[in-house]
T-cell receptor, first 110, second 114 residues
């Protein structure tokens, strides 16, 4: 069975600073990995995915994620955080079904 | 372009009452459809998924059921709601046939059972 761990319930970052939201996964076979963002009382929005190829994946709103097979990680990053990036972020892995992590709340302070 | 609609956005129901949440997708055919529940603003739990009309798979046995009467319509139901059914319900769709595909989510329904 596949699983996803997001070890931080909340990440606090000052606006303009780089941010990292951590994700580790466990799955049999080749991993298909996704990041989604959720704003309050809204559905999830797709940010980016890793299927194969370059380990650095670029996505929407300036986000990127780095796939590390040896560490089974897929951390979400952004070079310069914005206050508007404050939201709930979900990592997900596709095995026989899409499995989501517990979510990490990102708080960007002015 | 494809869009997904969920309604109602908010629902307050008494314990023991029935439930019907509807989800429709436009702009695509034969999508895979999903119902998730999100409790306390955190992780998502897959409740049901469907790969075609009348084909429903249940991931978690509970007080809910799902139906797909039309290709792009997915309904979540309950005959008698429990307090524990409160939560944020999300419908999602994906193109059929691929594990690599993105799931697209509706805006969600916040259900409060009192």
């Amino acid at each position: 069975a596949q699983s996803v761990a997001q070890p931080e319930d909340q990440v606090n970052v000052a606006e303009g600073n780089p941010l990292t939201v951590k994700c580790t996964y466990s799955v049999s076979g080749n991993p298909y990995l996704f990041w989604y963002v959720q704003y309050p009382n809204r559905g999830l929005q797709f940010l980016l995915k890793y299927i194969t190829g370059d380990n650095l994946v670029k996505g929407s709103y300036g986000f990127e994620a780095e796939f590390n097979k040896s560490q089974t990680s897929f951390h979400l990053k952004k070079p310069s955080a914005l206050v508007s990036d404050s939201a709930l972020y979900f990592c997900a892995v596709e095995g026989n079904m899409l499995t989501f992590g517990g979510g990490t709340r990102l708080m960007v302070k002015p | 372009s494809q869009t997904i609609h969920q309604w109602p956005a908010t629902l307050v129901q008494p314990v023991g009452s029935p439930l019907s949440l509807e989800c429709t997708v436009e702009g695509t055919s034969n999508p895979n459809l999903y119902w998730y529940r999100q409790a306390a603003g955190r992780g998502l739990q897959l409740l049901f998924y469907s790969v075609g009309i009348g084909q429903i798979s249940s991931e978690v046995p509970q007080n809910l059921s799902a139906s797909r009467p039309q290709d792009r319509q997915f309904i979540l139901s309950s005959k008698k709601l429990l307090l524990s059914d409160s939560g944020f319900y999300l419908c999602a769709w994906r193109l059929a046939g691929g594990r690599r595909g993105i799931q697209y989510f509706g805006a969600g329904t916040r259900l409060s059972v009192l």
